[in-house]
């Protein structure tokens, strides 16, 4: 396999780079062809590097003296880091063809608008979004947009859809991945005009339109990608994250609430640390920027090692199984229906 | 207190009369001063009425041959169950005076649509609302819309939080409750033109406003009343209980994996009993239509007997704190505001 580059925003997040840099080695150790570039304070990456050699054997460091302020707005993080910031190298470094994929665990806000300035859109894409891995009763799937898009056309919801197909053939291998549109009702008659229109046309595309799933069909694994919009998708991330902090503390009430129950919880302690990974959030975690011209991940600001590690791993994942190409014959596919929609939209 | 009259169409919800007439047993059971209106088959209803003497005694059967299918679009159901079904004359006695309030386990689509035909908008309100109870770190929220309006405008943002307020009065004893608007994130700078401009008005008015919530605040309980859109709230809504579901399932894997996970969980028992009860999603039934001239609430279709209880409680509750009056006062309260908005609307 051809040596894979990935360009890294070390300075991001709540922890810097002593998670970053400790996320990327662990990342680098099951990945032995991939080699890195690490955009941030040489002097704080170098002192991380001191503890991972293998690491530091194929990473080049790209000294950065401005970070992109965690909670800026976008407007002003951009100002704040263009061309300058570490953000802004490490997704550049993509754009010149000097990495094939670029991760970040900075201001979300600020990372998409640097994106799609850099990279612009992929061919026959108006708008990119964000896919999160949701874990589900039946493995994972893939949900989009949770975040980059306020609203959306029927046109945009189909382009959503051939690039979460593709990302879901990026990184579960699926072929045909089963599509859903997330809406209020399994029954024809609701949700909005676009989303009803979006449905009629996938069921006329290529794709694998398995029809609308409810907010409860998610975590079901009804599908392999669930389509929406970015602020009804963000809301539903949020509350399932939500609801699942909830259940752990009720549980955790629950099994400290007197000493019957945490005798039990020393018996099944090894239930619980199973029930724990399953419920960690840094298993799942990366958010994949979709349909700009080249890969960039966004990681949770909080996410721990391992968290990170995910991330860049997702990267590199969707480097190796060449995410943009299968992106554009997707596309490619669908355009004739994308034409139609468009064409529709001015009666 | 005066004497509270409650019509029940018995004949609604996947389990029908054993399940809604023992409910409305064990809700009479708590809440003497209440008499009932049951509407269905007679001979289905008195049957039951056998296990449940106290409730026959304070009880009127009113025969209905006509049943809403549970699954029919609103339309048909509507021409299906016009002046003849027990939904229809059960919302028609809270018109007519008869009862102060409905509750129905059926058709939601059907019984929203009835409500609305039946007993019209309360005055300065544009659109009915759903509200539902939602379990929370701090004890319980409410959230509406999930599920009768798709999008919003700002006006109605604004109605649906003085309908919150008064309704979070009603049931929580809460003079000030704390009104937050879903949104994707915490800074002004992101959400629907609409939702941003709710705030604004939001923040001018008598209302306890506290910002923007986002998905996970839902739960951690940020506020007492959470407002919101019908498709975002119902996809909310059904995300939650989906992951809800999920932990549960994980939990019980976890719990049946080994010896020693089988042994802990025969200690911890209490503990895990404690925690079903706080997870029972029939804890918190009962979806109240807010915004009409009337009390209407709708039960889950797979609510069990104290489910159907819960929801024939918040319907008395309703009427006993008189939340029509105090809906009336508050949206009184904001005319001008809302005068305000729609004047906006024209510039």
């Not at 990495?99 to 806000?109: I, M, P, W």
């Not at 799609?116 to 026959?124: E, S, V």
């Not at 979006?198 to 409860?216: I, P, T, Y």
Request: hydrophobic fraction near 45%; include cysteine.
């Amino acid at each position: 396999m051809a040596n894979t580059v990935i360009a890294v925003d070390v300075m991001g997040g709540d922890f810097g780079p002593s998670v970053t840099i400790a996320g990327v080695a662990r990342a680098q150790g099951e990945r032995p062809h991939t080699s890195f570039l690490l955009y941030g304070d040489a002097a704080a990456i170098n002192a991380e590097l001191k503890k991972h050699k293998s690491l530091a054997a194929v990473s080049t460091i790209i000294h950065c003296d401005v970070n992109v302020p965690m909670d800026a707005k976008p407007s002003v993080a951009l100002r704040a880091g263009r061309k300058t910031s570490g953000m802004w190298k490490a997704i550049h470094a993509v754009k010149e063809g000097e990495a094939q994929a670029s991760v970040s665990a900075g201001n979300t806000g600020a990372l998409m608008a640097m994106s799609k300035i850099i990279l612009r859109m992929q061919p026959g894409i108006e708008r990119p979004a964000i896919a999160c891995i949701w874990p589900t009763m039946r493995g994972e799937s893939i949900v989009l947009d949770v975040g980059a898009n306020i609203g959306g056309t029927a046109a945009q919801y189909l382009q959503f859809a051939a690039m979460g197909a593709a990302y879901a053939r990026t990184l579960f291998g699926l072929k045909k991945p089963e599509i859903g549109l997330l809406n209020i009702g399994t029954e024809e008659m609701k949700g909005t005009d676009e989303v009803k229109r979006a449905a009629e046309f996938l069921e006329r595309s290529e794709l694998n339109f398995k029809g609308f799933v409810e907010g409860d069909g998610i975590g079901r694994g009804d599908v392999d990608v669930v389509v929406t919009d970015g602020f009804t998708g963000n809301i539903a991330l949020k509350t399932a994250e939500g609801t699942a902090r909830q259940m752990a503390e009720y549980l955790r009430q629950a099994m400290s609430s007197s000493l019957m129950t945490k005798i039990g919880y020393l018996f099944a302690r090894s239930g619980f640390a199973a029930l724990r990974a399953r419920m960690d959030p840094n298993a799942a975690n990366g958010g994949m920027f979709l349909g700009l011209n080249g890969v960039v991940v966004k990681s949770h600001g909080g996410a721990d090692i391992d968290g990170f590690a995910t991330a860049v791993d997702v990267a590199i994942e969707a480097v190796d199984a060449d995410m943009l190409g299968e992106t554009s014959r997707r596309i490619e596919k669908i355009q004739v229906l994308l034409d139609d929609v468009w064409a529709e939209s001015l009666d």
